[in-house]
């Protein structure tokens, strides 16, 4: 796969609640792999907010399975993913493929049934192209964002209007 194939997502979602979860179980979608850190919640937080409590419900309702997959550090990402009663691999390495495979083996899930989730091209994105799952990106949960992240965005958008995404 090429660089900007891989930067690609399959589909593009304002929110996390904008995923058509019907569509994705039609396609024989069941694990949802889930970034955190402003996909699901505030950047940097260290424990989720009811948004990321009510979409963990939603999507426990809907029959499907959820993982965390995040790069942050153990004790915050696996505090996290306990606090919303859901597995974690922790410092996944995004954008290598290396957490996402954790996270399959983890959940005994083929690739062809998991979904990777999150608000970052160069991260996210590429991890989930390479493992490969089918992949989702969503608009950032906040403005706010570590001063890394800033930086990077010009990049991500750049791709985006050369991608069309």
Not at 134 to 157: A, D, G, H, N, Q
Request: hydrophobic letters at 40%.
């Amino acid at each position: 796969m090429n660089i900007f194939a891989a930067m690609k997502p399959h589909m593009v979602c304002k929110s996390v609640y904008d995923i058509p979860l019907t569509e994705l179980k039609a396609q024989g979608k069941t694990l949802l792999l889930l970034d955190f850190d402003n996909t699901l919640g505030p950047d940097h937080a260290t424990e989720p907010d009811e948004y990321a409590y009510n979409f963990i419900s939603k999507l426990k309702e809907e029959g499907f399975k959820c993982c965390l997959v995040s790069n942050a550090k153990s004790g915050r990402s696996s505090g996290i993913a306990k606090l919303l009663d859901i597995p974690c691999v922790t410092y996944a390495h995004k954008p290598r493929p290396d957490g996402v495979y954790r996270a399959l083996k983890l959940m005994d899930e083929a690739p062809d049934n998991a979904v990777m989730i999150g608000d970052q091209v160069f991260t996210d994105v590429i991890a989930g192209r390479l493992a490969p799952v089918y992949t989702i990106l969503v608009e950032k949960y906040s403005p706010k964002e570590i001063w890394y992240m800033v930086l990077k965005r010009p990049f991500e958008k750049l791709v985006r209007l050369i991608g069309r995404f």
